[in-house]
């Protein structure tokens, strides 16, 4: 069964590096998400992705988050500069396409230190 | 803005107990309702969904029906499973599309023999 896959599964950083989150969304899906949870928290919507754009995102994802779809299969998020309070599990999602499932990928928890 | 408000948990339970877990929602129109569940280690899964009121969704045992008049989308299982211990999230999501998902803080539970 295709499935959504993050890398790595744990990163640990220091407080200020940068960090680049990786996914690989399912091969005929369209949509792309991140999302964030940080530990005892809701789940977050930070960020959609469509046809190599931005399509929506809140008001948690600033100027230090960007995404990225650099070759067609991966889809990343890159925190510029981390900060204590970016400590969270990261999750990717994918849709084939809007008012679909979103299957999403087991999580990247992200320790920043 | 759109909220989701889950029971606390953990819940615990013995294995063919009834269960429930409580989710009350705020938004504007008409949302769609999920269930999503995260199994030890695993990503998110959809465990079912209601697009309209009064529709019920159901899925390897659990329902949960989407109640305009309450604002609730309680999710039912008649006899639990030792398989059944993960997070449960409650989440909605705007009119005809999977996207922007809404979560709540999800509801631990856990079923002994």
């Known amino acids: 069964e295709p499935e959504v896959t993050q890398t790595p599964s744990h990163q640990v950083t220091q407080m200020g590096q940068e960090v680049i989150l990786r996914c690989v969304p399912i091969?005929?899906?369209?949509?792309f998400y991140w999302y964030r949870q940080i530990l005892g928290q809701k789940v977050e919507f930070l960020v959609s992705?469509?046809?190599?754009?931005?399509?929506?995102k809140s008001e948690i994802f600033d100027d230090q988050f960007s995404v990225e779809r650099p070759d067609g299969s991966n889809f990343t998020l890159k925190i510029r500069s981390t900060k204590l309070e970016d400590s969270a599990m990261y999750f990717c999602?994918?849709?084939?396409?809007?008012?679909?499932?979103?299957?999403f990928g087991q999580g990247t928890r992200l320790t920043v230190v | 803005g759109n909220s989701v408000t889950q029971m606390e948990g953990p819940v615990t339970l013995s294995e063919e107990a009834f269960l429930t877990i409580n989710c009350t929602y705020t938004?504007?129109?008409?949302?769609?309702l999920f269930w999503y569940v995260q199994y030890p280690g695993e990503g998110l899964q959809l465990l079912l969904k209601?697009?309209?009121?009064?529709d019920k969704g159901s899925n390897k045992g659990f329902e949960a029906t989407y109640r305009k008049e309450t604002t609730s989308f309680h999710l039912e299982k008649g006899s639990v499973q030792v398989s059944d211990s993960a997070v449960y999230f409650c989440?909605?999501?705007?009119?005809?599309?999977?996207?922007?998902?809404?979560f709540g803080t999800g509801t631990r539970l856990q079923v002994t023999l």
């Open positions: 999602a994918s849709s084939e396409a809007t008012g679909t499932e979103a299957f």
């Open positions: 091969s005929n899906h369209l949509y």
């Open positions: 992705f469509y046809n190599n754009e931005i399509s929506e």
């Open positions: 938004a504007t129109g008409y949302p769609s």
């Open positions: 209601a697009t309209k009121a009064d």
């Open positions: 989440a909605l999501s705007r009119a005809g599309t999977a996207s922007k998902l809404t």
